[in-house]
């Protein structure tokens, strides 16, 4: 396996350094031709940083399970700037998306099986992004063409998805991280019968994003008719990402239980590869 770190350009907000690590593992040469899902990870944090606890345990955990797997160290909240921060980080992913396909042959991804994993604000830059990714103007800033930026597929997990539904608490904060005319504000609203089809989960405890906002996203994909799998698990703090000793904080991040949804995942992700 190869672990390669890759600096983006600017999104143009902030002094942040934007880069992207791939988790690229090489073929055997029984199957040298051997293409395989790929998955562009955005970790939470709030907007204000990109948690290492979805960072590299997802990643591997991923790779184990057949797919290379590309981590985003994406734009935050920068305190010098004025501006909000949206839509810098959905102009680091189509960066990102690009650059995994424009090397795909050698890192052996499947073009047609690109897609997305967010947890937290991490899942409400991929809900939204996967609302605007046609947008011409966002594909002008970030100098990538639709066909290079598009995702095949999202999951979802703990999402942020509208930002008055509960996180942030703010509302001072949540004008910091976009704009309250901004589309990118609710993502529920901007799903329609193109949307990739989803899978997404929550916990029904969580405190600190409340599952309202899972719900919101789902009944959005129903009523588009969006091909998507929800899950939620009846108890779970918020951030349990793998929800295993991988990826625990806290003890109370252990749950086997929860910890089932990456391979429901994995198995719709398949399902829908064949499908």
């Not at 509960?166 to 901004?182: E, F, K, L, N, T």
């Not at 959005?220 to 951030?239: I, K, N, Q, S, T």
Request: charged fraction near 25%.
């Amino acid at each position: 396996m190869r672990i390669e770190r890759i600096e983006l350009p600017s999104s143009g907000y902030g002094s942040k350094v934007v880069a992207l690590t791939a988790y690229v593992q090489d073929n055997v040469e029984a199957q040298a031709t051997r293409l395989r899902p790929g998955v562009v990870i955005c970790p939470g944090g709030g907007y204000a940083f990109c948690s290492d606890l979805e960072w590299e345990p997802v990643a591997l955990a991923l790779v184990a399970r057949g797919l290379q797997a590309f981590v985003l160290d994406y734009t935050v909240l920068d305190d010098a700037e004025a501006a909000p921060l949206l839509p810098a980080p959905q102009v680091d992913l189509a960066r990102a998306l690009a650059a995994v396909r424009g090397r795909a042959e050698e890192w052996h991804v499947d073009e047609r099986g690109l897609g997305l994993m967010g947890f937290s604000a991490g899942a409400h830059l991929c809900a939204g992004y996967v609302g605007v990714m046609r947008d011409e103007a966002l594909l002008a800033r970030a100098g990538v063409s639709a066909d290079a930026a598009r995702a095949d597929w999202q999951v979802l997990c703990y999402p942020v998805i509208d930002l008055d539904a509960g996180w942030p608490p703010d509302p001072a904060y949540a004008d910091r991280i976009c704009d309250g005319a901004s589309p990118l504000r609710r993502a529920q609203d901007l799903v329609d019968e193109r949307t990739p089809r989803t899978f997404l989960w929550h916990t029904a405890t969580d405190e600190t994003v409340p599952v309202r906002n899972a719900y919101l996203y789902a009944e959005a994909l129903a009523a588009h008719g969006v091909d998507h799998e929800c899950h939620v698990f009846h108890e779970g703090r918020h951030g349990l990402s793998l929800a295993t000793e991988q990826s625990a904080r806290w003890d109370d991040c252990v749950s086997p239980h929860v910890a089932r949804w990456l391979d429901l995942a994995t198995e719709w992700l398949e399902d829908g590869a064949r499908g």
